[in-house]
């Protein structure tokens, strides 16, 4: 993992820290689709498209019980963001390498662009939107914040979701080392690492 960070604090801080505070808060308060609107667009949809017949998928995203007729081609990242508007989760790669598009299924960070819709009935599903408890972040989004762990904050959804799973879902990391390694499916262009590192050790003493 590449330890470079060029930019200091001062250098971005403030606006990182409202950058980041922003996005959050626009996070926490999406509301969430009803079931009266998540199955009116799945019945908006058509049984087919282009000759492909689409399947039902009925699953509970960030608590709240949705059905779609997708695609069965269709990834999951392509269907938060653009069917149901959830566009916290990033397409880095959309090929497995990066790890911007990491969600919760279940409670395990899954890589949503490898990830079938069609795959996903039954499942429980969180994405960033869905991590804060009401206007209370996260304590991974908190630590994000005060330890400026990010700079253009592309990878940040990402890196929090995988984090947050490595601690509650995998038993965390004893050292900096460990969180390095198993956090190493998620790139960082612009090398934030020393910081993320930061943010997730004092995440994970609050987490534990
Ligand atoms: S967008 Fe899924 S791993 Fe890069
Ligand atoms: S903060 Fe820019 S890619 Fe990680």
Known sequence: MNQDDDAGPNRWGVSRRNFLGGSLAAAAAVTPLTTGQVEAAGAASALTVDGVAQVTVRAAVN??????????????????????????????????????????????????????????TGRKITTIEGLADGDRLHPMQQAFIDHDGLQCGFCTPGQIMSAVA???????????????????????????????????????????
């Open 63 to 120: 608590g709240a019980p949705v059905t779609l007729r997708v695609d069965p081609r269709a990834t999951l990242l392509d269907t938060l963001r653009e069917r149901l508007d959830l566009k916290g989760t990033k397409k880095g790669c959309d090929r497995g390498q990066c790890g911007a598009c990491t969600v919760h299924i279940d409670g395990q960070r899954v890589l949503s662009c490898l990830t079938l819709a069609a795959t996903t």
């Open 166 to 208: 490595m601690v509650d879902d995998e038993g965390g990391a004893d050292s900096d080392d460990e969180i390095r390694e198993r956090m190493s499916g998620n790139i960082c262009r612009c090398s934030a690492y020393p910081r993320i590192v930061d943010s997730i050790r004092d995440a994970q003493q609050v987490m534990r």
